[in-house]
């Protein structure tokens, strides 16, 4: 699967961005999709997941509230929509994709987040950059 990420670009505290991460290759049924950021100097923080074979998403503590997640499986798209943008939120943002069956129902959402990331196949970044 190949994943293209866009939708990034300046956004002062308070506003709203949605990113797009694009598949094309394969339909995306029974995939873990991971949404990841990395700002300067900062290790990979995961941000969400969706799983595409029932919807069900999880977002992390840090962007609970403000970033919800979703997909249109029509357009093979899956977004993430970020509301009350704080200067924290600046960052590279990812996306990357791996089947459901690499992910077991007993991990936790850390460990399916990292499983994404180790097995996943990940699109290009783009950029985020919030401003006061």
């Known amino acids: 699967v190949q994943l293209q990420a866009s939708g990034g670009g300046l956004a002062h505290t308070g506003g709203s961005l949605r990113l797009s991460c694009s598949a094309s290759g394969v339909v995306l049924d029974y995939y873990g999709i991971g949404w990841f950021r990395q700002a300067p100097g900062k290790e990979r923080e995961g941000v969400g997941s969706?799983?595409?074979?029932?919807?069900?998403?999880y977002v992390a503590d840090s962007v609970k509230g403000r970033f919800t997640i979703s997909r249109d499986n029509a357009k093979r798209t899956v977004y993430l929509q970020m509301n009350n943008l704080k200067l924290e939120d600046t960052a590279v943002y990812y996306c990357a994709a791996a089947h459901e069956s690499l992910i077991s129902a007993t991990m936790s959402q850390a460990q399916t987040m990292k499983t994404i990331a180790d097995f996943g196949s990940w699109g290009q970044g783009t950029q985020v950059t919030v401003s006061s």
């Open positions: 969706i799983y595409t074979s029932d919807d069900s998403t």
